[in-house]
């Protein structure tokens, strides 16, 4: 029986203890802004992003999260910013985010207002750097630099 109970043990930790696969757009609009979400949760200003869903793969899920919060379409991917990983990256819990910076298209809106309260776009002087969830304001760091990181 204790053999049992630390394979169920193991099992649990090997199924319900892993990080969390999401993605994070940059989303480049024609005239060169990024758009930016504000979340309900907290307030703060964010990359629009989410978990990966089972089926899905990174760029596709990019796509869906970037509809479902700003109601923007991708156009193209402009490039790979990097893959985060650090385990306080996110309070809720350990994440692995994959950044994409990508080109879109349409108006943005608070496209699900149960997750977000606004959508604006943003210049490069007038991103709210001291607003910004989570480890976002390194993701948008890294893309100015031109950087691809693993971290």
Not at 90 to 113: E, I, L, M, N, Q
Not at 134 to 150: C, I, N, S
Request: hydrophobic content about 45%; charged content about 25%.
């Amino acid at each position: 029986m204790a053999y049992f109970a630390h394979a169920l043990q193991t099992l649990m930790g090997l199924i319900l203890r892993r990080p969390i696969l999401g993605t994070c757009v940059i989303p480049l609009m024609a005239d060169g802004t990024i758009v930016l979400v504000r979340r309900r949760d907290n307030g703060l200003w964010s990359l629009p992003g989410g978990i990966v869903d089972w089926g899905e793969d990174v760029l596709a899920a990019a796509a869906r999260e970037l509809r479902e919060e700003a109601g923007l379409e991708t156009v193209g991917l402009e490039r790979l910013v990097g893959v985060y990983s650090q385990p306080g990256r996110d309070p809720r819990f350990h994440s692995v985010c994959v950044t994409v910076a990508v080109r879109v298209t349409g108006k943005p809106y608070p496209a699900d207002p149960r997750e977000i309260l606004d959508v604006r776009h943003f210049t490069v002087d007038t991103l709210p750097w001291d607003s910004l969830s989570h480890d976002h304001k390194q993701h948008l760091q890294d893309f100015f630099k031109g950087a691809t990181v693993l971290a």
